[in-house]
T-cell receptor, first 110, second 116 residues
C-alpha cells in the first residue's frame, strides 16, 4: 500500500522560514509533487522533484531524498498570502495519478 | 486561454437523486483526473481518463459512480442515487498529451455537492 505523513498544522510569522516535511511509503516511486490550496479552492502546482536534491523556485524550494522516502517544502520570507494548505503528492503504484495526503495547514500571522 | 472549467460550482440534491458534474479541460489537454475532497481532508483520487478511455478507475466506488470523457464535449462524473456521504467537493484536473500526472496538473475550482 501507500502512506503519506505530513504535519497537520504549522504556524509562523511574516518574514519567517517554514519547512513542511513529508514522508511517504510507496512501491514504484516516481517522484514527489507539491501543491498549494487556498480556502478549498483549486489546488495549484508548486514543484516537482524526480531526483534527490533541492529544487528552487523563487521563495519556495522543495527537497527530495529517495533513499529516506522523505521530502520537504521550504517557504522563505513568508507572507500572509502563503496561509493555505500544502500537499505533498507522490504518484500511485501504477504511475497513473497523484496521491494526496491530508495536507498541512499553514497559518502566517503578522 | 481558459483554465479548467467545472460546472456546476454548487449542486444540491436530495437523497436518491442523480448528480452530474462536468469538467472541460484546458484547451489542448487530453488527460482528465477526478478527485473528491471532504472537509478538512486531502484530495482522494477517483478516476483518470483520456478521450473515450478510462485509464485508471481504481479510486471510484464500485457502485453508483461512473465517469466518461467523450470524443466531443466535457468529461462527466455521474453519481446515481446520491447519499449524504457523497457530499463533498469534486475537483477535476487536466494535463496535456504526453505529460503524466507528475508534471503539472491544472485543477478547476471544483463542484460542491450537497446531499440533503
Amino acid at each position: 500500500g501507500q502512506s503519506l505523513e505530513q504535519p497537520s498544522e504549522v504556524t509562523a510569522v511574516e518574514g519567517a522560514i517554514v519547512q513542511i516535511n513529508c514522508t511517504y511509503q510507496t512501491s514504484g516511486f516516481y517522484g514527489l509533487s507539491w501543491y498549494q490550496q487556498h480556502d478549498g479552492g483549486a489546488p495549484t502546482f508548486l514543484s516537482y522533484n524526480a531526483l534527490d536534491g533541492l529544487e528552487e523556485t523563487g521563495r519556495f524550494s522543495s527537497f527530495l531524498s529517495r533513499s529516506d522516502s522523505y521530502g520537504y517544502l521550504l517557504l522563505q520570507e513568508l507572507q500572509m498570502k502563503d496561509s493555505a494548505s500544502y500537499f505533498c503528492a507522490p504518484l500511485n503504484q501504477a504511475g497513473t495519478a497523484l496521491i494526496f495526503g491530508k495536507g498541512t495547514t499553514l497559518s502566517v500571522s503578522s | 486561454n481558459a483554465g479548467v472549467m467545472q460546472n456546476p460550482r454548487h449542486l444540491v440534491r436530495r437523497r436518491g437523486q442523480e448528480a452530474r458534474l462536468r469538467c472541460s479541460p484546458m484547451k489542448g489537454h487530453s488527460h482528465v483526473y477526478w478527485y473528491r475532497q471532504l472537509p478538512e481532508e486531502g484530495l482522494k483520487f477517483m478516476v483518470y481518463l483520456q478521450k473515450e478511455n478510462i485509464i485508471d478507475e481504481s479510486g471510484m466506488p464500485k457502485e453508483r459512480f461512473s465517469a466518461e470523457f467523450p470524443k466531443e464535449g466535457p468529461s462527466i462524473l455521474r453519481i446515481q442515487q446520491v447519499v449524504r456521504g457523497d457530499s463533498a467537493a469534486y475537483f477535476c484536473a487536466s494535463s496535456p498529451p504526453g505529460q503524466g500526472p507528475d508534471w503539472e496538473l491544472f485543477f478547476g475550482e471544483g463542484s460542491r455537492l450537497t446531499v440533503l
